[in-house]
């Protein structure tokens, strides 16, 4: 792929005189094209690390960045994607590489540590964690596949990220040693910044019959960015909407879901245990480290805050004083260390059983679903309280706490998250019944 320097970049603003919003879209969708970079990233420094002395140095490297990506937080929302000085600190500092094998220069981690460092980036910035969030689980996914498809996205660049977005939302036609594909996958995190493209598609006969669900992995140079990312938040993650026109794509790109689901990866490096990790619960979990860190920012900023502000309408110079206002506290702080519990320990349980060289069973794995959406509805509630105690002027422009919000919400609503849903996936596997819900557990 051709690539653009900081100079030259295209970012959505610059399609008019002002700003792009909604209403423009009547006029057709821009046209926009990822910025990607291949010169190396050397992580020899923390390469021989390993588990927790691993996490500890990346997460310490995270930390590093969260005063820059707090600067280019505003930046990041008017331009609705990630700055290229954050998406570049973050590749610098092998940030990307949370998922990717050994084998070609990565640090395969495991599931725990790309979830703090998700969370300690969304301190900085919501939108640049989400970013780097979901091109580290496209790179896992990657891992999951045959090594023909692995030597293609990796094999001469080492530094190839991968956008993805599940739906099965195009055409395919099966040809002659693969398939041609027209559609388009909406929600794209991360594709401004991508290399690959890695999206799901219907698996057709001669016939055009469906057979299967398959996921794809396609260039992106042969595909376009369409320009609907209008959002109230997350507004800085850039997810517009990939577009394919009659692509090619050879048989040993794609892959079928259902194996993927029952803990059956193609890979033939089976000693690699991370991508052996359970499917859906890696895909559904790695989601909240952005909400956690979201979380965590906003109490640390109404701490902060408490001591300098009074509570209008009252006796009480600051709010530290008043017994509501701690109260509050309280029961931020534990929702806050609920939704990390939740969290940490379903990804604890993923790696532990990958490690062992074992699969969740069915409730297992709906117990993480089921953590995952409790993790989330605790963070939610936590800023919903924070709010309320820090109060209206946590909706002021120039505070953090309104963007923190939106982002919160947001992005705690993506379809796989959902509370409920994981709520009756749960439910029904404790009754002993494995249906009719959905396949993606």
């Known amino acids: 792929m051709a690539q653009a320097s900081a100079q030259t970049i295209e970012r959505p603003s610059d399609r008019r005189d002002n700003p792009r919003s909604a209403s423009d879209y009547t006029a057709g969708p821009a046209l926009l094209r990822p910025v990607?970079?291949?010169?190396?990233?050397?992580?020899?420094?923390?390469?021989?690390?390993?588990?927790?002395?691993?996490?500890?140095?990346?997460?310490?490297?995270?930390?590093?960045?969260?005063?820059?990506?707090?600067?280019?937080?505003?930046?990041t929302e008017t331009d609705r994607r990630v700055v290229e000085e954050n998406i570049e600190a973050v590749r610098a500092a092998g940030l990307f590489k949370l998922l990717v094998p050994r084998?070609?220069?990565?640090?395969?981690?495991?599931?725990?540590?790309?979830?703090?460092v998700s969370r300690e980036l969304a301190r900085g910035c919501g939108a640049t964690s989400w970013v780097t969030t979901l091109m580290n689980i496209c790179s896992w996914f990657v891992g999951l596949a045959p090594d023909r498809l692995q030597q293609d996205v990796w094999g001469e660049n080492p530094e190839a990220r991968i956008a993805g977005v599940f739906a099965p939302s195009a055409r395919s036609r099966r040809v002659d040693g693969g398939f041609v594909v027209t559609g388009k996958w909406a929600w794209a995190s991360g594709s401004l910044h991508a290399d690959w493209a890695f999206v799901g598609l219907p698996?057709?006969?001669?016939?055009?019959?469906?057979?299967?669900?398959?996921?794809?992995?396609?260039?992106?140079?042969?595909?376009?960015?369409?320009d609907t990312w209008f959002v109230v938040g997350m507004k800085g993650s850039g997810s517009n909407t990939i577009v394919a026109d009659e692509v090619f794509i050879p048989d040993h790109r794609i892959m079928s879901v259902p194996p993927l689901i029952r803990g059956e990866p193609p890979t033939?490096?089976?000693?690699?245990?991370?991508?052996?990790?359970?499917?859906?619960?890696?895909?559904?979990l790695a989601l909240m480290g952005p909400q956690l860190g979201l979380c965590a920012k906003a109490f640390e900023f109404v701490i902060d805050k408490a001591p300098k502000r009074a509570i209008a309408y009252t006796f009480y110079k600051t709010q530290t004083e008043s017994p509501s206002f701690q109260l509050a506290i309280a029961q931020a702080a534990t929702l806050a260390d609920t939704a990390h519990l939740f969290a940490y320990r379903a990804a604890d349980a993923i790696d532990a059983t990958a490690k062992a060289g074992e699969k969740q069973t069915y409730l297992e794995r709906t117990r993480v679903r089921m953590d995952t959406g409790t993790a989330i509805k605790a963070a939610r509630d936590a800023v919903d309280v924070l709010i309320s105690a820090?109060?209206?002027?946590?909706?002021?422009?120039?505070?953090?706490?309104?963007?923190?919000?939106?982002?919160?919400?947001?992005?705690?609503?993506?379809?796989?998250?959902?509370?409920?849903?994981?709520?009756?996936?749960?439910?029904?596997a404790l009754l002993g019944i494995e249906e009719g819900v959905t396949a993606l557990v």
Do not use: C
């Open 390 to 428: 820090h109060g209206a002027g946590s909706f002021a422009e120039v505070s953090p706490m309104q963007r923190i919000w939106r982002d919160l919400e947001t992005a705690g609503r993506h379809a796989v998250l959902s509370p409920s849903i994981a709520a009756e996936l749960y439910g029904r």
């Open 103 to 116: 084998r070609f220069g990565g640090l395969e981690t495991d599931i725990r540590t790309q979830m703090e």
């Open 268 to 284: 033939p490096y089976k000693e690699e245990t991370l991508y052996q990790s359970a499917f859906i619960p890696v895909a559904a």
């Open 36 to 75: 990607t970079q291949s010169s190396s990233v050397d992580v020899s420094e923390i390469a021989h690390l390993r588990g927790v002395e691993l996490r500890q140095a990346l997460v310490a490297r995270a930390a590093r960045l969260v005063p820059l990506l707090e600067t280019n937080a505003a930046e």
């Open 203 to 226: 698996i057709v006969d001669e016939a055009g019959d469906e057979v299967d669900q398959g996921f794809a992995v396609i260039p992106m140079a042969e595909v376009t960015i369409e």
